[in-house]
Antibody, heavy 118, light 110 residues
């Protein structure tokens, strides 16, 4: 069973950056895409982008192009999502999720709350 | 800009059958868009239920099923249980850089 464990909550100032981690265990890390999805309070889910570790090249939703960077460290089976130029509207819970077999986003992390406030 | 649309809310009584749908502004949702369905309860991470239109995960209860209905993807709950009260999201795959969630359906079991 795949498990994804994310880093803890963050509080950031507008204009700064945040980097959230997602450590995978119990599966084959390199072969499946890891995606990042966010959810503002009371709102729906929003796919931000994803990466397949063996290809080491992220694909990003147009909305986040130029502001988000997803990377992986295969040695520790950890994925990272860095979001820059933060604004208050980026306040949300950020989830990592991995594809598995033919399933998109079959396994999810517990979520990381990022609060952007001056 | 493509938009994926779901019913905002549905109410059902225990034991009844309910169908949630997922439509795309880009046209018919087909198997080639690999529609997926997720359940989310308050304060929890989403949980995958259905992938590639109709395939169940090992943990998906038998009462959940996925299909295509006309030009939409559909999630049917047969014999709804009180614990099925949750928000349900569909996800449509348009390409490696375009996965779109629907706005979600809030299912109330009364």
């Amino acid at each position: 069973q795949v498990q994804l464990v994310q880093s803890g909550a963050e509080v950031k100032k507008p204009g700064s950056s945040v980097k959230v981690s997602c450590k995978a265990s119990g599966g084959t890390f390199n072969n499946y895409r890891i995606s990042w999805v966010r959810q503002a309070r009371g709102q729906g889910l929003e796919w931000m982008g994803g990466i397949i570790p063996i290809f080491d090249s992220g694909n990003y939703a147009q909305k986040f192009q130029g502001r988000v960077r997803i990377t992986t460290d295969e040695s520790t089976s950890t994925a990272y999502m860095e979001l820059s130029s933060l604004r208050s509207e980026d306040t949300a819970v950020y989830y990592c999720a991995t594809d598995h077999g033919g399933a998109l986003l079959g396994y999810w992390g517990q979520g990381t709350l990022v609060t952007v406030s001056s | 800009q493509t938009v994926v649309t779901q019913e905002p809310s549905l109410t059902v009584s225990p034991g009844e059958t309910v169908t949630l749908t997922c439509a795309s502004s880009a046209g018919a949702v087909t198997t080639g868009y690999y529609p997926n369905w997720f359940q989310q309860k308050p304060g929890q991470a989403p949980r995958a239920l259905i992938y590639s239109t109709s395939n169940k995960h090992s943990w998906t209860p038998a009462r959940f099923s996925g299909s295509l209905l006309g030009d939409k993807a559909a999630l049917t709950l047969s014999g709804v249980q009180p614990e099925d009260e949750a928000e349900y999201y569909c996800l449509v795959y348009y390409g490696v850089a375009q996965l779109l969630f629907g706005g979600g359906t809030k299912l109330t079991v009364l």
